[in-house]
């Protein structure tokens, strides 16, 4: 399988910070990478897809950049309905794997 | 407006069997791949299980291959997983998730999720 490791796995921020969460990949998956938000309680929701192209609906504050086995999502002026954890997910092989989560906190 | 409801969740004993349920609505299901993907408590993602649009095809991460099936009905727009030989590591909420068609595989909408409790 292949493995996903995402850095750091928590983090404390400020509203208005610029945030960037890494996702590696244990071999290349082009640009087979996915990033999905997930608020306490609730099922997971689509940011990112195919590395960077924002899911229809999603604020243009969220972005993601990288390809092969190194990948970033950015959020750019947090919010307060931004606190929440972050996972990416690769689809290239036929078993897709998650990262392990990232949880932005509230400062 | 796409809608996925999974139930059939609960507590079973080690070894036991259970089915969970998850009722599409909203979109073509028979178009389309399904998934299921757990989160034990406190813990992140894992992905369990996918099905083709057809069922055709099935795929499933190691942890659960022999011991988990996933189907489908289109005539009931319902996507299933049969769990047995169930362990206490396999306690977690369990979602359903739609794939979406085009060159990015992805799950673009999530039910809520079904708790199932592997305890004696």
């Known amino acids: 399988d292949i493995q996903m490791t995402q850095s750091p796995s928590s983090l404390s921020a400020s509203g208005g910070d610029r945030l960037n969460i890494t996702c590696r990949a244990s071999?290349?998956?082009?640009?087979?990478l996915n990033w999905y938000q997930q608020r306490p309680g609730r099922g997971p929701k689509l940011l990112i897809y195919g590395a960077s192209n924002l899911q229809s609906g999603v604020p243009s504050r969220f972005s993601g950049s990288g390809s092969g086995t190194d990948f970033t999502l950015t959020i750019s002026g947090l919010q307060p309905e931004d606190f929440a954890t972050y996972y990416c997910q690769q689809s290239y092989s036929a078993t897709w794997t998650f990262g392990q989560g990232t949880k932005v906190e509230i400062k | 407006e796409v809608q996925l409801v999974e139930s059939g969740g609960g507590l079973v004993q080690p070894g036991g069997s259970l089915r969970l349920s998850c009722a599409a609505s909203?979109?073509?299901?028979?178009?389309?791949?399904m998934t299921w993907v757990r989160q034990a408590p406190g813990k992140g993602l894992e992905w369990v299980s996918a099905?083709?649009?057809?069922?055709?095809?099935?795929y499933y991460a190691e942890s659960v291959k022999g011991r988990f099936t996933i189907s489908r009905d289109s005539s009931k727009n319902t996507l299933y997983l049969e769990m047995s030989s169930l362990r206490d590591d396999d306690t977690a909420v369990y979602y359903c998730?739609?794939?979406?068609?085009?060159?990015?595989?992805?799950?673009?909408?999530w039910g809520q999720g079904t708790l199932v409790t592997v305890s004696s």
């Open positions: 099905t083709s649009a057809s069922g055709a095809t099935t």
């Open positions: 998730a739609k794939q979406s068609k085009g060159v990015w595989p992805r799950l673009d909408y």
């Open positions: 071999q290349s998956v082009g640009s087979f």
């Open positions: 909203g979109f073509s299901f028979s178009d389309y791949g």
